[in-house]
């Protein structure tokens, strides 16, 4: 069956420094790819998708390519802040995009001023 | 415009007892899914509702079930509650057909503790 798999946490960070969580998929055909952000007592938001091969997420800084051939979408961002601590979960929907979101473990961030 | 709304937001049930929690999804969605998060894990993918039908069900047990009213909000229904149950419960809501129909929103979640 379809699995997401990311880079074991946590994460800590100074404040402007790089940022890169891996994530790899399992899936058959064209799955759609997402980003979820969950900061301390709230739900799960959307941060960034994409829905085919070579697309590129972004938002709030953060990007995401759709790498089919390494089956890939990796979060990276080139200077995070101290707002951006956070768990963050890579998940992906089979093709079409409107069936059960599959989720990764997460990765916590903790960024440090 | 209220987003995905849940409640109760904390729950402390004993072994053997049932729950019912709700929510109350984005206004204009008709799609209400539900998710287990353990501590520490993932989203588990449990059920969704559409059309008052459960259309999706993932790995999850019988004693789990659901029910979707005329007003698009849901209830999820744990019978027999065990030790392992304990879970935050997110519901996640989306408009079947809509031009961003991938995008779920995610309500707080519903913190069960099992004793």
């Known amino acids: 069956g379809n699995s997401v798999t990311q880079m074991e946490g946590p994460v800590t960070l100074s404040e402007e420094a790089f940022l890169t969580i891996n994530c790899t998929y399992t899936a058959t055909g064209y799955p759609s790819l997402f980003w979820y952000v969950q900061y301390p007592g709230e739900g799960l938001q959307l941060l960034l998708k994409?829905?085919?091969?070579?697309d590129k997420g972004s938002n709030k800084g953060f990007e995401a390519t759709y790498r089919k051939e390494t089956t890939s979408f990796h979060l990276e961002k080139g200077s995070v802040q101290v707002s951006d601590s956070a768990v963050y979960f890579c998940?992906?929907?089979?093709?079409?995009?409107?069936?059960?979101?599959?989720f990764g473990k997460g990765t916590k961030l903790t960024v440090n001023p | 415009d209220a987003g995905v709304t849940q409640s109760p937001t904390h729950l402390i049930k004993t072994r053997g007892q049932q729950v019912t929690l709700r929510c109350s999804p984005k206004?204009?969605?008709?799609?209400v899914s539900w998710y287990q998060q353990a501590l520490g894990q993932g989203p588990q993918f449990i059920f969704q509702y559409y059309e008052e039908e459960e259309r999706q069900r993932g790995n999850f047990p019988d004693r789990f079930s659901g029910h979707q009213f005329p007003n698009y909000s849901s209830e999820l229904n744990v019978n027999a509650l065990l030790l392992g149950d304990s879970a935050l419960y997110l519901c996640?809501?989306?408009?079947?057909?809509?031009?961003?129909?991938?995008?779920?929103?995610f309500g707080p979640g519903t913190r069960l503790t099992v004793t």
């Open positions: 996640a809501s989306r408009l079947t057909g809509g031009a961003d129909s991938y995008e779920q929103y």
């Open positions: 998940a992906l929907t089979s093709q079409g995009g409107s069936e059960k979101l599959v």
């Open positions: 206004s204009g969605h008709d799609t």
């Open positions: 994409a829905t085919k091969a070579d």
